[in-house]
Every structure is written in C-alpha cells, then in structure tokens.
C-alpha cells in the first residue's frame, strides 16, 4: 500500500508561480509513474502531468509550457512546477501513482488563481 499526501497549493495572482508536492509512503515509489490530475467545480477530474520511472514526462496541452513535473526517486516525492498561472487553472489538484493493476491517489490541494 502507498499512501500519498500533497502540498504546495494556495492562493496565487494570474502570472504567479506555485510548487506542489506529493511525497509517498512505502519502498515501490520508483517503480510508479507518477502523475498530477485536476478537478475544477462542475467539471470531469483531468490529466495534468505526467512523469515515467525513467524520467519521461507528458503534458495537457493547456499546461504545455507552463508546468513542469519532475520526481526524486530518493525521496520518494513527485513535483509539479506551476509557472505563469491562469485563472483557468484553479482547481483541485491530486497526485496519482499507478502500475499495472495498482492506482493510489492523494486527497488533494487547492490552487486558486485569482486577483
């Protein structure tokens, strides 16, 4: 079992910046890909980002650009840079770990973007 519990999230103006990070428990964090989801009021949860145990890493064409995800295998965390923030990408913010059979998710952190 991975347990996986996200920071980071708060309050920021459009143009801002935020970091968030997930840290896992347990001793098979290297062998996950590892990903960022986001759900927005009255909307379906989505793909944000997402990093491969090699290292490989995709993006929603919304945050291509902007976002940044990246993980440290040593210590057991996954990273999402947020840079040049939009309203647009208020949301609720989740880490996802996945493989095969095996999906774990965070509860989540807020990213509001709002002058």
């Known amino acids: 079992q991975v347990q996986l519990v996200e920071s980071g999230g708060g309050l920021v103006q459009p143009g801002g910046s935020l970091r968030l990070s997930c840290a896992a428990s347990?001793?098979?964090?290297?062998?996950?890909?590892m990903g960022w989801y986001r759900q927005a009021p009255g909307k379906q949860r989505e793909l944000v980002a997402v990093?491969?145990?090699?290292?490989?890493?995709n993006y929603a064409d919304s945050v291509k650009g902007r976002f940044t995800i990246s993980r440290d295998n040593a210590k057991n965390t996954v990273y999402l840079q947020m840079n040049s923030l939009k309203c647009e990408d208020t949301a609720v913010y989740y880490c996802?770990?996945?493989?095969?059979?095996?999906?774990?998710w965070g509860q989540g952190t807020q990213v509001t973007v709002s002058s």
């Open positions: 996802n770990g996945a493989q095969g059979s095996w999906s774990f």
């Open positions: 990093i491969s145990r090699g290292g490989s890493t």
């Open positions: 347990g001793s098979i964090f290297s062998i996950l890909a």
